[in-house]
Each structure stands twice: as C-alpha cells, then as structure tokens.
C-alpha cells in the first residue's frame, strides 16, 4: 500500500503527479498532480487511496469528491492529435506539466509515476510503479483514471457503437468490432499500430 514516506522525505509542499490512458487506441491522455498538506492526508482517507488500478470504479468514484475537498489539486490532458504528432510518451508528459500548472500554488517538488520525468519548474523525482508507493501519486492516480473515464463515457454518447463507456478506448473485442463496422472516428490515435493498420488497408481497398 502507498505510504508519505516520498513526501516526507523531500519536505515542504510535494506533489504526486500521474497520467491515464496511454495504451487506449482512442480518446486523450489525462493527468493530474496532486499535492496534501505536510502531515499527509487523514489516515482512514489515506487507508483507502490505492493505484487506481487496485480499485473498482465505485470505489474509485467515492474517493473523487474526498481527495478534491482534501487536496489542492490539477488536471490536465494532451488531445489525440497531440499524441499522434509527439507521440504517446511525450503527450503524457505534455499532460503532466498542464496538470502541473493547474495547482493553485506552486509545490516545492515533484514526486512523478515512472522512470522518466517531464519538464517542470522544480525538484522532481521519479518513483518506479509510484501509484503504489506513494500516497500522493496514487491519489493522483485515481483523479487523473476517473476524469479521464467520464470524458470517454461522455464520447461514447456521440460515437455509439465502440462500448467507449465500458473499454475506455482499449483494444477489446467490442471495440475492434466497432472499428470494423463503423471504421475510423476522429477521437482514435492514427499513430497506434492497430489504427493505423485499419487506415492503410483502407486505403489499399479503395485503391
């Protein structure tokens, strides 16, 4: 389970940074930063924050509302014409530094998901599979997937038939069947592999 120990340790005002949706074919990538006060948040909240990806939905849902009446906190995403320009590695960063510049106040220092780090006007660190380690990350974690999810859920209302609200943009079996009954929309990633696949043989079929 993620503790404050990261927080601890660098001192001052610390925030967790963390991103959703890199692998989807469809939709943007989010991100949020997420910063608690020097003692951390209330320890039943803090028993209850997790990766978001160790949690269900609705638990995910309930601790939405708490963590943004707890904790200053952004949010930012990079569009799907952004990750297929910059690529997908470099759009999640470009969310990063957004949700970064949504914080109210600047933090002292960074603690950031993953191996590498984006650009950012402070001391950052980067904590490998953070979301479970850190509380402040995993918390960021949770804001960044359900933002996200809502957006996708929202684009499965104006593009029925790619089970958006229940995939998300993945690669599932109801998805690739939408992609061949309904084809290309304008919210896929044409940089992906699998998308770009659909296109070029369109091409070559109208040819």
Known sequence: MPDFSFERELGGRV????EAGRGPWAGPVHAAAVMFGPAGPPAELAARINDSKQLS???????????????EFGVGMASVGEIDELNILAASHLAMT???????SPPDAALVDGNRL???P???????KGDSKCLSIAAASIIAKVT?????????RHHPGYAWERNFGYGTPQH????ANLGVTAHHRRSFKPIRKLLEESIESNT
Not at 57 to 71: D, G, K, M, S
Not at 148 to 156: F, K
Not at 176 to 179: I, P
């Open 118 to 120: 984006p650009e950012l």
């Open 148 to 156: 996200r999810d809502r957006h996708m859920t929202e684009l499965a």
């Open 15 to 18: 925030a967790g940074i963390d």
């Open 122 to 128: 402070c001391p950052a660190r980067c904590v490998v």
């Open 57 to 71: 939905a609705a638990q995910r849902e309930a601790l939405y509302p708490i963590l943004f009446e707890v904790a």
């Open 176 to 179: 690739r069947e939408g992609l």
């Open 98 to 104: 957004r949700a970064f510049a949504a914080l109210a």
